[in-house]
């Protein structure tokens, strides 16, 4: 058997194993280590083994990921994200839908310290679930505006998925995140439109709360200044040159971690359950990269790339419908996949055919570009059909809301993610404007 069909067998074979649960990480290395072995031999093994995870693990670019997700537990743990909430809903809690527009407001916020999408839907959830409950709204709204609002955790920076995308790529993460910003806060704009928009058509699916007084608002703000101020410090440092991404991570964490001591609630059991729980977390990330090194490294020996840029190319298909085509593919494989498996499995087959076609802009603004829409897809794919991460969480939350009266919550919140796809798509400047003014 040739290479070239051992690298499209390798894809449905992969997705084989993943159906008989078989963790993506450990999937991956088998499929890539057996590959290699076919193709050349068992001694490339070890010598990718003796290599290449030395290579992988020293990385001085990995070490944001464990830093970003103990920002993150730390935030969850320190109520910072009840906090949001409360700010954010006595500002809009007096408006038609505002306790749900608030719900994605402080999901937008906590996915600025957290990073992870179903860490901010899994937080947010436990929050603002009960209070939309108590206020009447819906089942469909409130577990569909939670599992939307969920996907703005890997949007808006520090995301994780964000920050794999640019080591896979090599691209700047700095840039990255700041390419990421505003179509973060369209998403943001767009679910509460769409909020606004859905308690006009269906007005009994909500009831507003009493207007809060500014006075109560500012003693509400109080409470979560210092979330503002890390933020703010963190991001600023990284783009005015204080600092690495790796450092401005490092200093979230610490800041979040002196916050959250100060806590009354916050006890050593607390802080050994964030380390626990980042160092399970960043355990899992790591074997997944562990694996996806075996399966890159086979997929390159397969020569699959480099064939399908060559059908790409001399087919003369346009650049634009090469990437609305991959688009495509990425939201069916949203149905099926996590989004850490889709980045792991297709940015190393796809991204060097992306490279070669002329979009007309520069080498690294079509990187950018296209790991932002990637992205943007990735995170349609936790809310949609048959598998929906987010909205299993919620929903399994929610307790006595059908999956399916979730589902259909959440369809407005997909036209919301489909119309600005296309938006971003047409226009990448868009996407691209705040990268040019900076640099």
Partial sequence: MDRETLGIIAFPLLFALLALRLP????????????????SGWLPIFSVTKTS???????????????????????????????????SSACLGHLRGGVAMAAVGACGGFGA????????????????????????????????????????????????????????TEQNIAKMFLAAFFPGILAALGYILVIA????IFPASERAQDRIPWRSRLIKFCDIWHVVFIFTFMLSGIYLGWFTPTEGAAVGAAGTGI??????????????DVIQNTAITSGMIFLILLGAEFFNSFIALSHLPNHLAIF??????????????????????????????????????????IMMLDFGMGVEETAIWFGILTLIVVEVGLITPPVGL????????????????????????????ILRVILLFSFPSLTLFMLRLMY
């Fill in 113 to 168: 310290i957290c990073g992870s999408s179903l860490a901010t839907a899994a937080t947010m959830g436990k929050v603002a679930l009960p209070e939309l409950r108590r206020l009447g709204y819906s089942g469909s709204l409130s577990t569909g505006a939670l599992a939307a609002g969920g996907t703005l955790g890997i949007l808006i920076p520090p995301s994780v998925i964000l920050i794999i995308y640019s080591i896979l």
């Fill in 312 to 353: 790409i190319l001399e087919g003369d298909f346009s650049p634009f419908t090469v990437v609305a085509t991959i688009l495509v593919l990425y939201v069916f494989l949203g149905c099926l996949m996590d989004s850490m498996a889709m980045i792991l499995l297709t940015i190393p087959v796809i991204f060097p055919v």
């Fill in 24 to 39: 993506i990480g450990l999937a991956m290395l088998l499929v890539g280590a057996g590959g290699t072995s076919l193709i």
């Fill in 390 to 417: 987010n909205v299993f969480i919620i929903n399994k939350m929610a307790g006595d809301v059908k999956i399916l009266e979730t589902f259909r919550g959440v369809v407005p919140f997909l036209l919301s993610d």
């Fill in 259 to 272: 916050i959250a001591l100060l806590q009354k609630n916050f006890g050593w059991l607390a802080l050994m």
């Fill in 197 to 200: 928009i859905y308690v006009r």
């Fill in 53 to 87: 995870v030395w290579h992988l693990f020293s990385d001085y670019s990995l070490s944001v990921i464990p830093l970003f997700l103990l920002m993150g537990n730390f935030a969850s743990s320190a109520g910072m994200s009840k906090s949001l909430f409360q700010f």
